[in-house]
């Protein structure tokens, strides 16, 4: 670099004024170039000297967050990318550029492309469709949403890193510990280190054909701590070994099957031809799963604890608004389980893992009780009657099903029987005896007095009312009989009750539909008085309908109770009494609910008080 004045003045010149002001230019623009290098806002060499140079060994951003802009949305109109300030060494070209300040550059306009960061003369960054000399970075632009994402730094650019990294090296939040040198940091981690990486670690330099060496290690059983000695585990040839310690014993053993339950993974090692090929270090410092060793506590080692209580979730506070639940692992079949829901303070139980049930909502058993009532016949009917006939061949049905009404069943029948034959004697009778009773009749419900002194029999009767009789007669067509029913005993039976309020899950509806729901442990049989309905979701304006159905079929015949048009932004409630039968005998509620809102998804609650019959 030179400059050249002019100095051949002599007396009697016209444009010396002229000629002191070239000089006077070339000599300030002259300043402000080694001015520039001397601030670090130009390149060459006295802007960045021989000693820096030397570290500063290739092109890079002087410090991690040089020159650095933020991925995301920007904000219109401008949508302007916010780049920080920064310092940049060229490498080779020698040029040394920065910034004291932030600059925004704006996309508003930019097509949807890949876009290059770089700095001119003044160390100002600037952006362009293509790369420029002394580009630092580049990223994707989306300019029909307004995005910047893939930044990256541009080909052989380099992060050289500045004071500020090398303090952040200096400070460790997870230990909120500082250290005085980067290298008493790594002795640290060396330290923390060692003693856990080092155990059952691999000793290749003893490996021995097929001949497996580990080094000393120690593992932790529940309370107890086992020490093992370094040693070796001979594997299979031609196959893949699974390495691995017991934490139960501490013992090293290896197979070709797989990893164990129970058992802590150290090495896959797979073998060729007498000799160990490729060794894979798998080793954990704990053990989730069935088992136990790093984790603190091996399953199946005890059956119960010393402490009278067990708390789930023993970290929580404030406001509680996480389930809890205890859980059996079933295998194939679903795992069932119970918790406590936090939305609704209850404790519920599952037996199939997908649906919830209140504790205390299952079916009650009401000791259900049978009784009977006698039920008179005020002008007794004559359901049988015979005229000269003769023996029977075998017993013969009376059907008095027509002849009784009991809705519960019926238990025994009162019957007024005359039989006479034109010649009586001791063998000559009728019996009488309930529809194929497997022993033969007594006396007591036999009759072979003439038609002058009628017999009054009580007789059982099967569920069908069907008894039986068999005529004895003296003669083919000898015997007549009569018979009339004077009464019946009926069953009565569920005089039990008790009452029930029953709230299942809600039950989530979409919009311009229905759900047919069978809600589990409600009840087979017993008299609702009160129904209430909430939409909890708070989104649905349009009406809703609700039905209960005798059956799971859902079909109109079986039709329990219905309301249409309910207003959801309206608590629905309903005292009107009506009784509800589980025609299936499962103890369910067949609901279907219909959201007539034609946008929204419904959300309803359903309570329900009844009593309930045995």
Request: proline content about 3%.
């Amino acid at each position: 670099m030179s400059v050249t004045l002019f100095k051949a003045f002599v007396q009697g010149m016209t444009d010396y004024i002229t000629k002191h002001n070239a000089n006077y230019a070339l000599i300030e623009t002259n300043l402000n170039y080694l001015l520039g290098m001397v601030t670090g806002q130009s390149g060459g060499d006295i802007s960045v000297p021989v000693g820096l140079k030397e570290i500063f060994d290739r092109q890079g951003l002087i410090g991690i967050g040089s020159y650095d802009f933020s991925e995301g949305t920007l904000t219109g109109p401008s949508y302007n990318l916010a780049v920080s300030a920064g310092a940049y060494w060229s490498g080779a070209t020698g040029n040394f550029r920065s910034k004291a300040t932030a600059t925004s550059i704006s996309m508003s306009g930019q097509d949807t492309g890949t876009y290059y960061v770089y700095l001119d003369s003044s160390g100002n960054p600037a952006v362009s469709a293509s790369p420029q000399t002394d580009t630092i970075r580049q990223f994707d632009w989306d300019n029909d949403v307004h995005i910047v994402s893939a930044k990256a730094l541009y080909t052989g650019v380099s992060i050289l890193f500045d004071g500020d990294d090398y303090a952040d090296q200096l400070t460790s939040v997870a230990r909120a510990k500082s250290f005085n040198k980067v290298a008493d940091r790594l002795e640290e981690i060396e330290q923390l280190l060692s003693a856990m990486s080092g155990f059952y670690a691999e000793d290749p330099d003893n490996h021995d054909g097929l001949d497996f060496y580990y080094m000393a290690g120690k593992v932790r059983n529940d309370s107890v701590i086992y020490d093992t000695v370094a040693g070796h585990v001979t594997l299979a040839d031609d196959d893949t070994n699974y390495v691995e310690v017991d934490p139960a014993d501490g013992t090293i053993s290896a197979n070709v099957i797989g990893f164990t339950s129970g058992l802590i993974a150290l090495f896959q090692v797979v073998t060729a031809s007498g000799a160990i090929s490729t060794v894979t270090d798998v080793r954990t410092w704990a053990l989730a799963g069935t088992g136990g060793g790093g984790g603190g506590h091996t399953q199946n080692t005890d059956i119960g604890t010393t402490s009278s209580t067990f708390t789930l979730n023993n970290d929580a506070a404030g406001v509680p608004t996480t389930d809890c639940q205890l859980e059996v692992e079933r295998g194939d079949e679903d795992n069932v389980a119970i918790r406590w829901n936090e939305a609704t303070d209850k404790w519920q139980y599952t037996n199939d893992g997908a649906n919830w049930y209140d504790i205390g909502s299952a079916a009650i058993d009401l000791g259900a009780q049978e009784l009977t009532k006698y039920v008179p016949i005020d002008d007794p009917q004559e359901v049988w009657t015979e005229i000269g006939r003769g023996v029977s061949i075998d017993w013969e049905d009376l059907d008095l099903s027509s002849f009784i009404s009991a809705m519960q069943g019926c238990s025994a029948v009162v019957l007024r029987v005359f039989f006479w034959d034109s010649a009586p004697g001791p063998g000559v009778n009728v019996q009488f005896r309930k529809k194929n009773a497997p022993a033969l009749p007594t006396l007591a419900y036999s009759a072979w007095q003439d038609e002058h002194d009628p017999r009054t029999i009580i007789l059982g009767v099967d569920v069908d009312l069907v008894a039986q009789f068999f005529v004895n007669a003296s003669g083919a067509d000898t015997a007549n009989l009569r018979v009339f029913l004077l009464g019946y005993f009926e069953k009565v039976i569920g005089v039990g009750t008790q009452d029930r309020t029953f709230t299942p899950a809600a039950i989530e509806v979409a919009a311009w539909g229905y759900e047919e729901i069978n809600q589990a442990d409600f009840m087979n049989r017993g008299l609702v008085h009160y129904l209430k309905v909430v939409e909890t979701g708070g989104l649905v304006t349009g009406t809703y309908d609700i039905e209960v159905f005798a059956k799971n079929t859902f079909l109109d015949e079986d039709l329990l109770y219905r309301a249409t048009g309910i207003d959801p932004a309206v608590v629905f409630e309903d005292w009107l009494p009506w009784f509800h039968r589980d025609a299936d005998e499962t103890s369910e509620l067949h609901v279907r609910i219909t959201n007539n809102d034609l946008a929204n998804t419904g959300t309803y609650e359903i309570t329900i008080k009844a009593e309930q019959f045995a």
